[in-house]
């Protein structure tokens, strides 16, 4: 199969001329600031560039260009941003800086929130929001009064994740959770499994509602479909209850646990999923070692990221019809942990 070839950016142009990204971006809108003058020879090489390329800017990145500063804020709630590649928003990240680079806009990471009563806050004494257009907001939980001010203020932003808010309506790009795991409990279903159980963080973020509205809705089939709350570091006791109930498969929240109660099994002599079969309801959010390839789903991070900019664009320029919502599919991965149910489970 031939790749889609890769879409030529301001970036790659400013290469192939060899000058900045900001002189083709002058170049490109036929104007030039009043303290600085384009030599005709640099616009000939910027112009010369673009012609062989097939470079085509942006429509948005055109209609930001005179009234904006283009310049998108990213605020995360977590305390920290990225440390390596296998973080949990890196792939976010990506998307995020790939989208924004295409239609000409600067990122601001705002680094300075402080943390009160153990989470970050946008808004303090010292907030920085307004030099940018608009805001990107990561994070499990995004704090309802804070959304409630942003949409208040008028403020553009667009959450990377379905949010709630009783007191408007939030724009977001999302994951489409609910339809991934009642796609993987209909898998469970047709292979036999009749007694399921739900393994949540214990958490009452939309993304882990979502994922209970999925497996809730489309186990009705099934002899016994329970959920109870589980960590990593209980996993002897969480297998010792999945035993006595006489579960034949876990669908795991979180994918620690899930690596956890691999292990607490074949430390008893059971397999995985010859015995219980284990289902995974996303990426990991902290590195987990483990050679086991776990049958669950992926999420689109990377292109919830590009997406999420393109909507924040849309709302900054007034070219956005209504509160933009989307959810965007996730990806099943085949895996190796779902295998149909053996009477074995259960065992003294």
Known sequence: MTATPRRVTQRDIARLAGVSQAT??????????????????????????????????????RRLASRFNRIIGVFTYEPAFPSGSRDFFHPFLLGI????????????LFTSAPVVDGRRRIFHQDNRLRL???????????????LHRLNRDGYPYVA???????????????ADYASAVGRLVELALARGHRRLTYLSMGIAAESSEDRRRGYLATASAAESARHRPATAADAEAVLDDLLADRSTVAFVEDFATAVALEQAARRRGLSVPGDLSLLTLGDPTVPVP??????????????????????????IDGSASGVQQRLLPCELVEGATLGAPEPAVGRS
């Open 290 to 315: 483990t050679d086991l390839a776990f049958t669950g789903f992926r999420i689109p991070r990377e292109e919830m990221g590009r997406q999420a900019v393109e909507v924040l664009t849309r709302v």
């Open 97 to 108: 800086e790939e989208y924004a680079e295409r239609v000409g806009c600067d990122l601001l």
């Open 160 to 174: 990377v994740g379905r949010r709630d808010d009783a007191a408007g309506p939030v724009p977001y790009v999302g």
């Open 24 to 61: 083709v971006s002058l170049v490109l809108n036929n104007r030039a600031d009043a303290d600085v003058r384009i030599a005709p020879e640099t616009r000939d090489r910027v112009l010369r560039a673009i012609a062989e390329t097939g470079y085509a800017a942006d429509p948005v990145a």
């Open 132 to 146: 940018a257009d608009g805001c990107l907001l990561l994070g499990r939980e995004i704090d309802a009064d804070e």
